[in-house]
């Protein structure tokens, strides 16, 4: 029963990783598509084969959410964790399905909280408050500050160049862009699977605590990583529409502006800072960056407001799902 639970967990964490991939999909590619910078499908493979990439090279956002609550013992662990991941994936169907560029990240952190809280097993406040709550708040503002500036820099550094090649040039410069936003995504939230599943393998047994946490399996890194580049092939055509033309009508410069700083923070946090932060909020909050250095009427508020919501709901909501399901589980296994 024990290796049949694990087996269920691992395979329904690699479902939330692909539907992470495409939910999120749209946080790399959305702006370069609606620039017509790349077409929908090479932008699609572009953003897989990043996300590939950038998801077997560091395994530091890994460990900080394996480690956000205590390895509680094996039966009941494991119907802990798989609470965790159910509610996560529940909340991230939700709010595809309404088109909400909502955060996957938060959306499995919250159901990791949630199920603890109704199970009773230790959660480690420090590492929520530290690596979670402060990043959350902190990195938008960081991608809205830092995309107005790059935008006001390149609008005054090419006021004079010729427009056909400055959009030329700039589309050029969407496809790096677009491929550093994948890589970054790829950092970021695959390696939030692995935590998961390396912590399932901790709670079981199967692999040896290190440090504050535990050795990630290379297996547990490829198979998270093929999940997230195939869910991101896949494509989030939905959100794709919201975050690239409804918060505001993005030209090749402010596509290329508000990716490269979100890849830039995105690739920060996790190197340096090993915080699992949202790629969704820092893309979007770039987006609304270059767009406010046109007129501030520019940026669609109510659209911005409708994400906000998503993002604000996004913690609780899923820690509420994942509560219930474990509540439900529990009744089978105790």
């Known amino acids: 029963m024990e290796t049949l639970g694990l087996v269920i967990l691992i395979v329904v964490a690699l479902g939330f990783d692909y539907t992470n991939g495409f939910h999120d999909a749209a946080n790399a590619i959305a702006t370069s598509v609606s620039t017509r910078a790349l ?43 798989f609470a965790a991941v159910a509610g996560a994936i529940v909340w991230n169907l939700v709010t595809w399905y309404f088109g909400l560029p909502s955060s996957s990240s938060h959306a499995l952190i919250g159901g990791l909280v949630g199920a603890a809280l109704a199970s009773g097993t230790t959660v480690h406040w420090d590492t929520i408050v530290e690596k979670v709550v402060i990043p959350m708040v ?28 400055t959009t030329r040039g700039f589309k050029y410069g969407q496809w790096v862009s677009s491929a550093a936003m994948a890589w970054g995504h790829g950092l970021q939230d695959a390696q939030k699977t692995m935590g998961v599943i390396t912590l399932a393998l901790l709670i079981t047994g199967h692999v040896e605590p290190s440090g504050d946490f535990a050795v990630v399996p290379l297996w547990v890194k490829l198979a998270c990583a093929l999940a997230i580049a195939a869910g991101t092939y896949s494509g989030g055509w939905r959100i794709m ?50 767009g406010a250095t046109r007129k501030f009427s520019a940026v669609r508020w109510g659209v911005a407001g409708n994400i906000l919501t998503a993002w604000v709901l996004t913690l609780p909501m899923a820690g509420l799902v994942a509560a219930l399901i474990y509540a439900v589980a529990h009744v089978f296994f105790r």
């Open 39 to 81: 077409t929908p499908r090479a932008a699609l493979a572009l953003a897989a084969v990043f996300n590939l990439a950038g998801s077997l090279v560091s395994v530091k956002v890994a460990n900080t959410v394996g480690s956000i609550i205590e390895a509680p013992e094996t039966t009941h662990g494991l119907v802990v964790v």
């Open 138 to 165: 902190v990195s938008p503002i960081v991608g809205f500050i830092g995309a107005l500036l790059l935008m006001l820099a390149i609008l005054w550094l090419f006021r004079r160049a010729r427009p056909s090649r």
């Open 241 to 290: 529409r919201t975050l690239g033309r409804k918060v505001f009508k993005l030209d090749n410069s402010a596509g290329f502006a508000a990716q490269t700083v979100a890849s830039g923070v995105l690739m920060t946090t996790a190197y340096v800072y090993a915080a699992p932060i949202s790629t969704t909020h820092v893309i979007t909050s770039s987006v609304m960056g270059v």
